[in-house]
Each structure stands twice: as C-alpha cells, then as structure tokens.
T-cell receptor
Framework: QKEVEQDPGPLSVPEGAIVSLNCTYS??????FMWYRQYSRKGPELLMYTYSSGNKEDGRFTAQVDKSSKYISLFIRDSQPSDSATYLCAMIKLSNQAGTALIFGKGTTLSVSS | NAGVTQTPKFQVLKTGQSMTLQCAQDMNHEYMSWYRQDPGMGLRLIHYSVGAGITDQGEVPNGYNVSRSTTEDFPLRLLSAAPSQTSVYFC????????????FGPGTRLTVT
C-alpha cells in the first residue's frame, strides 16, 4: 500500500462548480499536510498547508484534514478556468535521524471549462 | 532572489552517457531534494539533503548520485544513463522548520535514447 493515495482523475467541471479533491494516507506519523498546484510544464507551488485536524480557508480554497480517518481534502469554490492545473497533496514525516521527507500523492488533473 | 534554479532546461543523452543536473538556491535553505516526475507516477523522491555534507536516499535512488558541499548547490549525477531515466527532474528546497514549504525549480526535461 502506498503511503499516500490520490485519484489522478482527470476531473472536468464547468466554470463556477465546486471541486473536491481528496487524498488518503496510511502513516499516522505525517504531521504537515499540504496542497501544491502545478501548471503545465512548470514546477509545483504551495497552495495551502495545515498542521492539525480541521479546516483552513483561503479565499475560494478550503483545506480539510481528518487525522482520525487519515483523509485530507481540498475544496475549490466558484472554480475558474485559471484553476485548471494538477493538484498534488503532500505530507511531511519528521525524522530525528535524517531530517524530513515530503511524500507526494500522484496528483489530480483538473480542467475547468468556461 | 532567483529562488531555485536548474540547468539545463532540456537534455538528450545516449544510453550509457553520464551527466550532472545542476541545482542552486539563494534562500539559505537547509533542506534540498531531487524528484522525478513521470506520467501516472507523480513526484518521486530521489535523494535529499538536510545540510552541507549530509545526504540520504529517497524512494528511487538507484542510478543517481548526489553530494552537497555547500548550502547553495545540490547537483544530481546520472552515472550511466538508461532509457528508464527519461523523465522531468525537479529540484526543491526549504527551511528545516514548519511548514516546510518546498520551493521548486523549473525542471529539467531529460530524454535518454
């Protein structure tokens, strides 16, 4: 079983739709939970991060973490064509011996049509 | 700040050739890492470093070497290129404290024929 599972999609929605992107994980040692956005032929950029269970909102984006279920979500409200990208969840394991290791999901490709 | 820079942007190698992908950052980040990104496989960690002189293997280290002699630079060496190493390679860096935001370079597209 992979440590982080993410449905690769693709996901196609009309402009204005609410989008839900999800990841599950198996290792309870993960401490920081992140969402990266990657436009075509570019490097990923951090969109949001959370440290604990609960919700975090930033404009049209809401990140949700449920540690008891080992499940994280990213919601996009009023989706726009500019939101078309690949969204990758990522999680950090902190190790005293070797520093940190950031583990990515495979990414979900989102297309928002106008 | 230039952020994270990678060279070259594109490279074509023949099987068996060796080369070094360069990565540099000017943010004084302790942590640096190399990923490869393949269709359907996501980002996979090759090697990482938590400081000068300290490196460790990630998920897919075979066929690659790294060293970290300075805080700024973290080159990735392909010892004997194979077609299976055709991929897009990303270098990333971050501070070693929360939230550990990774800053990525623009990537190197490598083709091995």
């Amino acid at each position: 079983q992979k440590e982080v599972e993410q449905d690769p999609g693709p996901l196609s929605v009309p402009e204005g739709a609410i989008v839900s992107l999800n990841c599950t994980y198996s290792n309870s040692a993960f401490q920081y939970f992140m969402w990266y956005r990657q436009y075509s032929r570019k490097g990923p950029e951090l969109l949001m991060y959370t440290y604990s269970s609960g919700n975090k909102e930033d404009g049209r984006f809401t990140a949700q973490v449920d540690k008891s279920s080992k499940y994280i979500s990213l919601f996009i409200r009023d989706s726009q064509p500019s939101d078309s990208a690949t969204y990758l969840c990522a999680m950090i394991k902190l190790s005293n011996q070797a520093g940190t290791a950031l583990i990515f999901g495979k990414g979900t490709t989102l297309s928002v049509s106008s | 700040n230039a952020g994270v820079t990678q060279t070259p942007k594109f490279q074509v190698l023949k099987t068996g050739q060796s080369m070094t992908l360069q990565c540099a950052q000017d943010m004084n980040h302790e942590y640096m890492s190399w990923y490869r990104q393949d269709p359907g496989m996501g980002l996979r960690l090759i090697h990482y470093s938590v400081g000068a002189g300290i490196t460790d293997q990630g998920e897919v280290p075979n066929g690659y070497n790294v060293s970290r002699s300075t805080t700024e630079d973290f080159p990735l060496r392909l010892l004997s290129a194979a077609p299976s190493q055709t991929s897009v390679y990303f270098c990333a860096s971050s501070y070693l404290r929360g939230p550990y935001e990774q800053y990525f370079g623009p990537g190197t597209r490598l083709t091995v024929t």
